[in-house]
Every structure is written in C-alpha cells, then in structure tokens.
C-alpha cells in the first residue's frame, strides 16, 4: 500500500508569513511529487512539481524534495489571504504492467488570517 | 485550449438508482483518471485509461462501479443500483501520456453526487 502522509491542519498563519507544508510518502521508488491546490468547493490545481532532491522555486512557491528521507514540503512565501486552501500533496509511481499512478494525501487546510 | 468538462456538474439520485458521470479529457490528452473524494477526505483512485483499456481497475469500490471510453476521449462511469457511500464529488483528470513519470494530471469541475 502507497501510503503519502500530510498533517490536516488547520495550519494558521499571519498575513506575510511564510508557510510550511509537509509531506512524507512510503514508497522509496517514487519519482515525481506534485503539490496541488484546492480551494473549497473546487477541483485540485496544480502549482508545483518536483522531480530531483533539492529545491525548486516558482514565484512565491518552493518546493523542497528529500528522497532519502521521504519528504516534501512546500514553503509559501509573504503569504497572502487568497492563499487559504487545502493543499494536496502527490506522490507518482509506477504500476507494474503499465502506467503511472496518483497516491494522494488527505491535504493540509491553510488558513492565511488577516 | 479548454480544459477536463465534467457532466453533470451536480446530480442527486434515489439509493438503487443508476447513474452516468461522463468526463472529456483535454484534446489531445491520452491518459484519463477517475477519483473520488468524500466530504473532507482525500482523493481516491478509482481508474485509469490509456487510450480506450483500462489497464489498471483496482481502485473500483465494487462491481457496481464500471467506466468505459471510447474513441480514446470521452469516458463514462456508471454506478449501478447506487448507495448513500457513493455520494462524494467524482473527479476526472487527463494527461498527456500515462508512461512518462513527469505527466502532470489536470484536473476537471467534478461531478457532485448525492444519493438519498
């Protein structure tokens, strides 16, 4: 069983803070993560992928990546309002007679407060 | 381009009626995944389709659930003789290729189901 491990929050933080999301995963042979973001109500959007240990930056998003350890996380920066979400962590791997496939957390709720 | 379309976007049902969730994937688009997501859970894998088979179906809850496609684009889940455990918004998404381990998954509306 793929396992993929989130903390489901809420997590609070102050308007221009930093946020830190978490995620580990079971399955040493994974390769890509992905970070997703839903709002209420709405269907995932993808704002991050990762795919090699280290650090990957887009804009206000990081993605941090520890294969060794099994981890990712991602870090928002000068959090804004609109940034309160529930983000969804996605860990791939490859079934055996074809295809790739999806194993997602149950998501960490932020809640960027005024 | 447009995006995953998902109809219906809401349906309500009786318990031990049938329904039809359909999914149009991204053109272009050759891999397509099923997903459901209760109220507060995370998603859940139901199936997946390269082109019109369907490789992998062990995410299927039961043998009340099937899905088909056809014509390597839109792809139907049925849900026979429904239960109240099905309500959960159904999602479908649609890659580019199921083989490469960097294909991002995009993600349609949802179909909200509810069963009374």
């Known amino acids: 069983q793929k396992e993929v491990e989130q903390n489901s929050g809420p997590l609070s933080v102050p308007e221009g803070a930093i946020a830190s999301l978490n995620c580990t995963y079971s399955?040493?042979?994974?390769?890509?993560f992905f970070w997703y973001r839903q709002y209420s109500g709405k269907s995932p959007e993808l704002i991050m992928s990762i795919y090699s240990n280290g650090d990957k930056e887009d804009g206000r998003f990081t993605a941090q990546l520890n294969k060794a350890s099994q981890y990712v996380s991602l870090l928002i920066r000068d959090s804004q309002p609109s940034d309160s979400a529930t983000y969804l962590c996605a860990v791939n791997w490859w079934v055996t007679g074809g295809g790739n496939k999806l194993t997602f957390g149950t998501g960490t709720q932020l809640k960027v407060e005024l | 381009g447009a995006g995953v379309s998902q109809s219906p976007s809401n349906k309500v049902t009786e318990k031990g009626k049938d329904v039809e969730l359909r999914c149009d994937p991204i053109s272009g688009h050759t891999a397509l995944y099923w997903y459901r997501q209760s109220l507060g859970q995370g998603l859940e894998f139901l199936i997946y389709f390269q082109g019109n088979s369907a490789p992998d179906k062990s995410g299927l809850p039961s043998d009340r659930f099937s899905a088909e496609r056809t014509g390597g684009s839109v792809s139907t889940l049925t849900i026979q003789r429904t239960q109240q455990e099905d309500s959960a918004v159904y999602l479908c998404?649609?890659?580019?290729?199921?083989?490469?381990?960097?294909?991002?998954?995009?993600f349609g509306p949802g179909t909200r189901l509810l069963v009374l």
């Open positions: 399955d040493r042979g994974s390769q890509s």
């Open positions: 998404a649609s890659s580019l290729d199921y083989r490469g381990v960097q294909e991002t998954q995009y």
